[in-house]
């Protein structure tokens, strides 16, 4: 098979040739949106998942299809170490300077852009990774008073208007939310619940490991009324199948039943493996229809491809008691498991092993879906652990 002509995209964020199974969550968000845009509640949305289901994907799909309809958007990500001021300054900058070209906005971006200038300077004493340009001259008053949920509310409120003003939206696309700290996330809740109670076009869509529902329950208990949470998982078996099929049929490959059964088995339904064997599957073929030998050779390499790539980059973040209470779990099985069971498993106490899993939890490798549970945020982590711990591990 022609390796130019390879239609999978294994990538971190990489659209896949074929975006199945997602239809009625992208609605469901331009929906929202364009309720906004006429001045109708609408509720913000809350991607979660684990690692490689497809959520960056998911958000930039949603951006692009909300830009397309004239909606105005800020798109970032949250990583570790930076501040979420520092972050959305420069963005909603592009946002304001783009509604201020419009007759109708100006003068409510401009009042937005002195909220920013304000904002920006009063918070670089608390965070000092704030840069952004200077437009106009700070509005002494406005959004300037040096506490992060109260400037916050007020800068939002400005954007708002101003995108009321031109008729549209401002739409907010924001990965990786877990890695917020939750003082500035819950300014962020709290801002966007000033505009929703003033019937503002401001909407939120944002991304993260399945602990952010918990995380923004704790920042403020009225998150879960304000946002929606949808739960992004592994794709059902016809979608899955639509997935790997699809493109194949593009290029004008077909694949054998069992072929194609072998890779819905290994990869579990989850959008980045289907990628990645999807990919391998078409490198090891030699010719259509591919048949589920092309599948096995496939899954050696990539397999091997994911060891080094897709697993290996999180495990080198943890630290070698972190990757011991990882192989543990790992030797109880996929998961969840009581903290009491890991801890049984390495011979220690569970309260003498609690400042490990607060680490991982905080590196986003294990999440807790019920307490006192701990969980992989990465499917197949555990048999990834076994591969490179094996043997006598303790």
Known sequence: ?????????????TPPPELAGRGALIESVHIALERARIGRPAKSAMLVGLRGVGKTVLLDRMRDDAEATGIHTVRLEAPEGRSLPALLAPQLRQALLRLSQLDAAKAFAIRGLRALAGFARRLKVTY??????????PE????????LEHDLQALLEQAGLAAKAA???????????????????AALITAMHRTEQRRLPVVLVGAGLPQLRGLMGNSKSYAERLFDFPFIGALAPEDAAQAIEKPLLDEGVAITPEALAEILRVTQGYAYFLQAWGSH???AADASPIDIDAVRKASVTAIAGLDEGFFRVRFDRCTPKEKKYLRAMAELGEGPHRSGDIADCLNEKVSSLAPTRSALIGKGMVWSPNHGDTAFTVPMFDAFMKRIIPGDWR
């Open 1 to 13: 098979m022609n390796p130019i002509r390879n239609p999978f995209a294994p990538g971190a964020g």
């Open 128 to 137: 000092n990774d704030i840069e952004v340009g200077i437009d106009y001259e």
């Open 140 to 147: 002494p008053g406005l959004a300037d008073n040096g506490d």
């Open 167 to 185: 008729g549209t939206a401002l739409a907010l696309f924001i990965d990786e939310l877990q890695y917020v700290p939750e003082a500035q996330l």
């Open 281 to 283: 599957t078409w490198l």
